[in-house]
């Protein structure tokens, strides 16, 4: 059996395997109708969703597969049913569970009872499906997995651990800008930073010099909402804006996983100009959920 939970588990020809199985998908949505027939994929969501929901529940059906969502209200992960038990139930019920939780130790714990595969939709710590489709995006828009810099500037979450995860099983530049105490896992920034592939910076001004991804997200993700006007200070002028691209220098994409809080971490003539892929980056989604889809099932 086996599990997606982090692009640590992945090595780089199984990121290659992923992404060209992705084009394929998104080239033609009507193959491999079949592949997950008579398969029950349960959805258990603690963390209201758009993008992760639906494209994984168009995903599955496209796929000739059966969804069942269930949100926090009718689980209760750990508060209503002991996760241990939601876990070994559902195994006898489903062949696979999409898990997006708060906590990485509900996931870890879920995946050491459970009986079928389970796929990390979301934790605190990893975003390993963003990320992945991510590099799918990417791979369109310059054709190659490595060879490019790509500058995430803000908060050091789940994206941006994921993010420092790839770039450590690729070969791309990956420049960090973000507030000091807000910097992304030490325990995943080590191998990056040996390799050299790595950079932190303090001023997004530095960081952006020569990139072709510019990347941001959120500065208060769900879970920290007690932290936010205090972040918003810390943040200001880690923002996304027409006045910090003029230090670009050359030709670059716009990135942002969504959802976007507009005139915060990036303004809406930044996120809605020509530059902007963020709409692809939704849209990639459903075709690099289903490219995962299959590498568990079939």
Request: hydrophobic share 35%; net charge negative; proline share 3%.
């Amino acid at each position: 059996m086996k599990n997606f939970l982090s692009i640590n588990d992945l090595s780089r020809e199984d990121i290659e395997s992923l992404v060209n199985l992705a084009l394929k998908l998104k080239k033609n949505r009507e193959v491999r109708r079949n592949d997950l027939e008579g398969k029950h994929i349960v959805l258990i969501f603690e963390k209201p969703s758009l993008r992760t929901r639906l494209s994984f529940e168009v995903a599955i059906r496209e796929l000739g597969g059966n969804h069942y969502f269930l949100g926090q209200g009718e689980v209760g992960l750990g508060k209503r049913e002991a996760i241990k038990d939601i876990a070994r139930v559902i195994s006898r019920y489903g062949q696979g569970v999409v898990l997006r939780t708060f906590g990485h130790q509900t996931l870890m714990e879920f995946v050491d009872n459970s009986q079928v595969p389970v796929i990390n939709a979301l934790t605190d710590l990893e975003h390993p499906c963003q990320v992945m489709s991510d590099i799918l995006t990417i791979y369109e828009k310059v054709g190659r997995l490595d060879g490019f810099k790509l500058v995430y500037i803000g908060d050091g979450n789940n994206v941006c651990n994921s993010l420092v995860q790839l770039a450590t099983k690729l070969d791309f530049q990956l420049a960090i800008a973000t507030p000091s105490g807000y910097e992304p896992s030490e325990k995943f920034l080590q191998d990056g930073l040996s390799r050299g592939n790595i950079k932190l910076y303090e001023e997004p001004q530095e960081a952006v010099q020569g990139a072709d991804f510019i990347y941001t997200d959120v500065w208060t993700s769900m879970g920290w909402e007690d932290e936010r006007e205090e972040r918003k200070k810390r943040f200001r002028k880690f923002q996304v804006n027409s006045q910090l691209l003029k230090n670009v220098n050359r030709k670059y994409y716009v990135m942002h996983c969504l959802p976007a809080h507009r005139g915060e971490e990036i303004t809406d003539e930044v996120i809605d100009s020509p530059n902007s892929i963020v709409i692809d980056q939704a849209e990639n989604r459903l075709h690099m959920h289903k490219a995962i889809l299959l590498y568990l099932f079939s």
